[in-house]
Each structure stands twice: as structure tokens, then as C-alpha cells.
């Protein structure tokens, strides 16, 4: 004969988890914080304050700052990106500051960047070594050493020099002015 036993069923209740226990702030101050590992994140969508990471696709959502090496966003709104290699197609992106920067469709306040590529894209201003630029975009402020390409520019490096030197003599002028009076 065989010894045969009924199965059990697991109880409805869960397992006892101990509780958390908190650490002093000296403790957690005197204990040596683990770097966070870094990984190739999987293309997010939500909502983050801010990431660090090697890479990143972000697609439909808003960040606040990336600094990764290649950063990929695609219908979003970043606050800010640092990156070897920056992308942005159909976003709102308030600062870039990387070697290479694209934009496809999209708004930049700001960049800092060697190599810019911009494809119907509005752009506030941009510092960088050279500019292409595809049709349909506008930059209004431009410091570039060189620009290639179509985009519709405001103000570029001499037309900022004589509109500072303009605003300058008017400024001599208003004070002059209001010292003979006094």
C-alpha cells in the first residue's frame, strides 16, 4: 500500500513581511550609497523629473532633464537635455546642449550644440560650430560659424553686433541728453 496524502490548498492569507525598518540620517549618511547602475532604458512614456542613463527613447510624455549619451525623443516635451547625441522629432524642448543635435518638426529655446541639424523647426536661439538647416525653419537668434541650408533667420552674429552697437549709441545719446537738462 501506498501512503497517499491530500494536497493542501494555500491559505487566502498573504505571507508576513516584516516591517520596514528606517534608518537615522547619520546611519544613512555613514553608509556608502551604491551608484545606480546604468542600463539602456526601453522607450518610456509618462512622466519623469529627471534621468541619468546611457541611453534613452522617450516617446509621448514630458521630462524634466536628461543627461544620458544618446538621447531619442519623439512626441514629447523635455526640460532640458545634456548628451553626446541629441533627438528630438515633434517635441518642445526648452535647452539642448550636445555635440550633435537633430530636430525634426519640433521648438527649441535653446541650444548649445557643435553640429546642428534642424528640419521645420523653430528655434529661439542657437550657439554652435556649424548649422543645417532644412526648409521651413526659423532661428531668431543665430551665433553660428556656419550655416547652411534654408532656414529663415532673425539675427544672425553681425546683424546682433550692429543692433548692440546701435542700442549702445542710442543709450549714450539718452544720457547725454538728460545731463544737460539737469
Known amino acids: 500500500m501506498t501512503d497517499q496524502t491530500e494536497p493542501t490548498l494555500p491559505t487566502a492569507e498573504p505571507p508576513a513581511v516584516p516591517p520596514r525598518r528606517r534608518r537615522s540620517r547619520a546611519a544613512a549618511a555613514a553608509a556608502p550609497a551604491e551608484p545606480p547602475t546604468p542600463r539602456?532604458?526601453?522607450?518610456?512614456?509618462?512622466?519623469?523629473?529627471?534621468?541619468?542613463?546611457?541611453?534613452?527613447?522617450?516617446?509621448?510624455?514630458?521630462?524634466?532633464?536628461?543627461?544620458a549619451t544618446d538621447v531619442s525623443a519623439r512626441l514629447a516635451a523635455v526640460g532640458g537635455i545634456a548628451a553626446n547625441h541629441a533627438s528630438v522629432d515633434q517635441g518642445f524642448v526648452s535647452g539642448i546642449a550636445a555635440r550633435e543635435a537633430t530636430v525634426r518638426q519640433g521648438y527649441v529655446r535653446g541650444m548649445l550644440a557643435q553640429q546642428v541639424h534642424l528640419e521645420q523647426t523653430l528655434v529661439r536661439s542657437v550657439v554652435a560650430n556649424t548649422v543645417q538647416a532644412g526648409p521651413s525653419t526659423g532661428i531668431a537668434v543665430a551665433l553660428a560659424r556656419r550655416i547652411d541650408g534654408e532656414a529663415k533667420i532673425l539675427l544672425d552674429w553681425r546683424g546682433a553686433l550692429a543692433l548692440g552697437a546701435t542700442l549702445g549709441v542710442a543709450l549714450v545719446v539718452v544720457r547725454l541728453g538728460g545731463a544737460r537738462r539737469g
Open 40 to 67: 539602456a532604458a526601453e522607450p518610456a512614456t509618462g512622466s519623469l523629473d529627471a534621468v541619468a542613463v546611457d541611453l534613452l527613447e522617450f516617446e509621448r510624455g514630458a521630462i524634466g532633464g536628461v543627461r
